[in-house]
Nanobody, 115 residues
Framework: VQLQASGGGLAQAGGSLRLSCAAPRSILSSFWIYRMGWYRQAPGKERELVAEISNSDSTVYADSVKGRFTISRDNAKRRVSLQMNSLRPEDTAVYYC???????WGQGTQVTVSS
């Protein structure tokens, strides 16, 4: 059982997409205590952290997405989201949600940004 990511797709440069990740209770029974993150991996590159949100809602962003992406969480719905605005072609990658304590990953969702 994995984290369940959704919301990827194709966008034009300057456009927006919203990713969502659901955490089944079987993986993260107390969702609200976990630090959740989004990573991405572009072809030929290593997976990199995009954004993280703690159980107290403090956030960390990669420099490349600061001011454009926003991570948020809804503990009642057991969901973490990534709002991506002002998309650039270099944001093209497979995006993965992740929880570090259990090392749980989502299946990945493709984001493609055309110029």
């Amino acid at each position: 059982v994995q984290l369940q990511a959704s919301g990827g797709g194709l966008a034009q440069a300057g456009g927006s997409l919203r990713l969502s990740c659901a955490a089944p209770r079987s993986i993260l029974s107390s969702f609200w205590i976990y630090r959740m993150g989004w990573y991405r991996q572009a072809p030929g590159k290593e997976r990199e952290l995009v954004a993280e949100i703690s159980n107290s809602d403090s956030t960390v962003y990669a420099d490349s997405v600061k001011g454009r992406f926003t991570i948020s969480r809804d503990n009642a719905k057991r969901r973490v989201s990534l709002q991506m605005n002002s998309l650039r072609p270099e944001d093209t990658a497979v995006y993965y949600c992740h929880e570090s304590t259990t090392n749980s990953w989502g299946q990945g969702t493709q984001v493609t940004v055309s110029s």
